[in-house]
């Protein structure tokens, strides 16, 4: 009796709800197909046209992305005989664990977190930082001349915006004291981290911009140019779980944007909703942002992408950093 | 027409005969040499690209006839101008001097005239057949009135 | 490793979703590109052989498939070349209507080149409105000449239809909309700075060279040289009409779309003049119209449209020679007709602008990267099939 309560406990206790449900694989799933969604409505509406419409006709095709999941599944996945064979279908997998892991440490409110830890930034830092390398062995495990050099597009785009994605993290913890994320959200109770450092908050949401591939940064999967980049001769369920992946990371950095700078599941006036609810409203409305991009940009060339992230976003990066040091010794915050 | 003129005057004094048509200026030459020297004085005079090379079929003279048709951007008076360079060439062994180092934009329509005609251009850099493979085009040339394209019925 | 060992060979092929129908062979070293070989004639289709195969008249729908969205200006020269040997010259009301036909063509051929460069560049939008916007225009066409792409609009001795009733007034309303439609593009997407940053000074070609490559059309003018067909050698209704030549000095990718933008514009302006000062008469010949019968003479001035005497059916042309120039949507097409005196063509030699520009793709794309290679090649509106024929 001991051990079945002991186990009842654990399967129904807050971090496995969390790792289940909110912020973890359902809501993930269930975002991925709204966000998708979205993505192409807006796309179409700016660039006069319908966008999806047939599926589900009555709520304009909102279910097209689980038909377009059920094709997936039933096609015949063709692996060229070329590729090194173990290494080209293991990268789906580790690319989509890869993706998850980072929502394991943030959490969605005062109790739905996987893993509690005190340093619950650094560990997301850290863990985001492994899927560029996966995407360059696909590149190269692809045996083919332009995922070859979609994979080193991918490196050089990694070199690109991860110093100044890290600097303004560094900004906001310089600014709050804390590196664990529900301390950091505690101390947003009378400001938000957008107002009071609003050039970390530009920094750090164009380096998740370069860091998806979102454009005006979609360079390592530049269709006209190198076909599909490092994903060229995926298809089928491969290509599905990858994609996947990559909306999954969209999903892991807004949510952190969103506890980071607008304060979580904190609101200034009262609203009678769960606090997770009011924090997903808040990941969905950046992601919202980072997906519309696509109709307004073209894309830029690799080496202006460096250009930039070097000579124009990372003095940036510092200058939010003595912003938020003059904050603090001004004793704005907290 | 007056605005040609004063153009045929001063291509005269180079010792060139100027047939003119209601159009354009043609000059009709008979060897390899002529035409290459005629080429020359022209692009002094201010003609530097080639718009079009025009090879003719004409079985029942025994003969090749090949129109080069040439034209200037470099003085606005001559826009109009439109000059025509013909010369007839033997059937069963066209051989002509390759003019891609006096006009470098005549390089593709060699190129297009060797794998339709069969004329040889000496001098000419890189002669590849152009728009039909070599396999099945080599010794075969279509645009030659002995080339017949053969139709298919409709059925039915 | 020496820089030619190090070099790999890209195919840019047919199977690339940049392409279009032809194959770049590229040898690129890290990411720059070392050398550019264009192979074409995959949509080698034997045009030139087949036309002294058909009558003159059949002739017609022939040249028009060779380039889709520019067919009115291969019907226009090659009709030209023909009334040249013929010896007649159409009334001055089908003269008008011609040059209509001729500058909704270019409109459309124009923005096909405008939206197929945004896509390469990244700018899907770009790219949906430019086919949005050419969707009036191919409306316009549908409405006076029945057909959307490939008109057939023009015979010899003239037109074949009159405008409809209340034609000027739609063209006015559609013409309103589509430049507010185009204020809108180039707010967006010629005046966006990721756009800048990927044309300007992107594949530039010097005004030396582009005399001595003997390149026509939006390209030359991009490089400085003022020449347009239009004026040097007026054809149709154009010297009757009031228009600028686009050029601009810098002769890089960026300066190539500012100029099909501004003959978009004049291109608007012509047809405003046009519709304002078309004078009345004729569509067709005289000397073709008398040979009709006087029921179908009638039928010809109630409802506009034209039929044909039977003596077209085989068309007997003088011996002779004829030559046919236009300024096409993408440049100086030229049209060189031989005749024997028979009812089919002896030889027709066809020298389009695509052909002539193909020279530049190994002299521009030499030393550029390799994300470079889209945005030049697709600036330089290249179109495989009229190159091919």
Redo the contacts between chains.
């Keep these: 009796m001991n051990i079945l309560s002991e186990v009842l406990n654990i399967v129904f206790s807050r971090n496995v709800i969390a790792a289940i449900f909110i912020p973890g694989l359902v809501t993930a799933l269930l975002f991925i197909i709204l966000i998708i969604w979205v993505e192409r409505k807006i796309?179409a509406r700016?660039?006069?046209?319908i966008g999806p419409l047939y599926v589900t006709k009555r709520f304009g095709g909102i279910l097209q992305l689980i038909a377009d999941m059920l094709r997936f599944l039933v096609s015949e996945p063709v692996i060229p005989s070329t590729t090194d064979r173990l290494i080209y279908t293991l990268i789906p997998i580790l690319l989509l664990l890869l993706a998850l892991l980072p929502i394991a440490v943030v959490p969605a409110s005062w109790s739905l977190v996987v893993i509690k830890t005190e340093l619950s930034l650094l560990a997301f830092v850290a863990l985001t930082a492994i899927s560029p390398m996966v995407i360059m062995i696909a590149g190269w495990a692809s045996n083919n001349?332009?995922s070859y050099?979609g994979g080193l597009r991918e490196g050089f785009m990694l070199l690109s915006y991860e110093i100044y994605l890290f600097v303004s993290l560094l900004a906001m913890t310089i600014l709050y004291g804390e590196i664990d994320f529900l301390e950091i959200v505690s101390s947003q109770k009378v400001y938000w981290g957008v107002i009071l450092n609003p050039l970390a908050a530009v920094s750090f949401f164009i380096a998740m911009l370069a860091s998806t591939s979102r454009?005006?940064f979609?360079i390592p999967d530049?269709?006209?140019?190198?076909?599909m980049g490092p994903f060229t001769e995926y298809n089928s369920i491969m290509y599905g779980l990858v994609m996947g992946a990559n909306y999954l990371r969209l999903y892991s950095l807004s949510l952190a944007f969103s506890d980071i700078f607008l304060g979580g599941w904190l609101l200034p006036f009262n609203v009678p909703l769960p606090n997770f609810i009011i924090t997903m409203f808040k990941t969905f409305i950046v992601m919202t942002i980072a997906v519309f991009m696509?109709?307004?940009?073209?894309?830029?060339?690799?080496?202006?992408a460096l250009v930039i992230g070097w000579e124009k976003l990372f003095p940036l990066a510092i200058i939010s950093v003595l912003l938020s040091v003059i904050l603090r010794c001004l004793g704005v915050a907290l | 027409m007056n605005k040609f003129n004063e153009l045929i005057e001063k291509l005269k004094l180079e010792g060139l005969t100027i047939e003119k048509e209601d159009k354009a200026l043609r000059i009709r030459v008979s060897t390899a040499e002529e035409l290459v020297n005629v080429l020359n004085k022209l692009k002094m005079q201010g003609f530097d690209h080639i718009k079009s090379i025009t090879a003719t079929d004409l079985p029942d003279r025994n003969v090749l006839e090949v129109s080069y048709i040439l034209g200037s951007y470099s003085h606005d008076k001559m826009y109009e101008t439109l000059m025509i360079i013909t010369i007839s060439l033997s059937r069963d062994n066209p051989v002509l001097p390759s003019i891609s180092e006096i006009f470098p934009s005549s390089v593709y329509h060699e190129r297009e005239c060797y794998e339709m005609f069969g004329i040889k251009f000496e001098g000419h850099r890189d002669q590849r057949h152009l728009l039909l493979s070599p396999e099945d085009f080599t010794g075969i040339y279509p645009l030659r009135k002995e080339f017949k394209i053969e139709e298919e019925g409709i059925r039915g | 490793m020496s820089s030619e060992e190090r070099a790999?060979t890209?195919f840019y092929g047919p199977q690339?979703?940049?392409s279009g129908h032809m194959r770049i062979i590229l040898e690129v070293d890290g990411?720059i590109v070392v050398k550019a070989d264009p192979d074409i004639g995959y949509v080698h289709r034997g045009i030139e052989k087949l036309a002294e195969y058909k009558t003159y008249l059949q002739v017609i729908p022939l040249v028009e498939r060779q380039c889709l969205p520019d067919a009115a200006h291969h019907n226009l020269a090659y009709i030209l070349a023909l009334e040249e040997i013929l010896g007649i010259e159409p009334p001055e009301r089908a003269q008008y209507l011609r040059t209509l036909i001729a500058e909704i063509s270019r409109i459309a051929s124009h923005l096909y080149g405008m939206g197929l460069h945004?896509?390469?560049?990244?700018?899907?939008?770009?790219y949906?409105?430019c086919f949005?916007l050419r969707e009036y225009m191919l409306l316009l066409a549908e409405k006076l000449t029945g057909a959307r792409i490939t008109y057939s609009y023009i015979i010899p001795g003239g037109v074949r239809r009159d405008l409809p009733q209340g034609f000027s007034s739609e063209v006015e309303r559609y013409l309103k909309s589509f430049e507010r439609k185009m204020r809108d593009l180039d707010k967006?997407?010629i005046s966006?700075p990721?756009?800048k940053?990927?044309l300007e000074g992107v594949g530039v070609l010097s005004k030396n060279d582009a005399i001595r490559l003997g390149v026509v059309g939006p390209i030359l003018r991009a490089s400085g040289i003022s020449y347009d067909v239009r004026k040097a050698r007026p054809y149709a209704a154009y010297q009757w009409v009031d228009f600028e030549v686009a050029t601009r000095k810098e002769g890089d990718s960026y300066a190539r779309l500012l100029v099909r933008v501004k003959e978009i514009q004049e291109s608007i302006r012509i047809i405003r003049q046009v519709l304002r000062d078309l004078p009345s008469g004729n569509i067709f010949h005289e000397k073709y119209v008398k040979m009709l019968p006087p029921k179908i003479k009638s039928y010809i001035e109630d409802t506009g449209r034209v039929k044909f005497p039977g003596v077209f059916a085989t068309l007997k042309i003088p011996k002779g020679e004829g030559i046919g120039i236009v300024e096409a949507g993408r440049g100086e097409l030229i049209y060189h007709l031989i005749s024997d005196g028979g009812s089919k063509p002896y030889r027709l030699k066809i020298s389009t602008p695509s052909f002539r520009n193909l020279i530049l793709f190994s002299h521009l794309i030499k030393g550029v990267?390799?994300?470079?290679?889209?945005a030049i090649y697709l600036s330089l509106d290249y179109f495989p099939p009229e190159a091919d024929r």
């Design positions: 796309a700016v660039q006069m046209r001349k332009f050099i454009f005006p979609e530049a269709e006209s140019e190198i076909v696509r109709a307004v940009y073209p894309r830029y060339r690799v080496d202006q | 790999i890209i690339h979703p940049a990411d945004g896509i390469a560049i990244g700018s899907s939008t770009a949906m409105w949005g967006l997407f966006n990721v756009t940053a990927r990267k390799v994300a470079d290679v889209p």
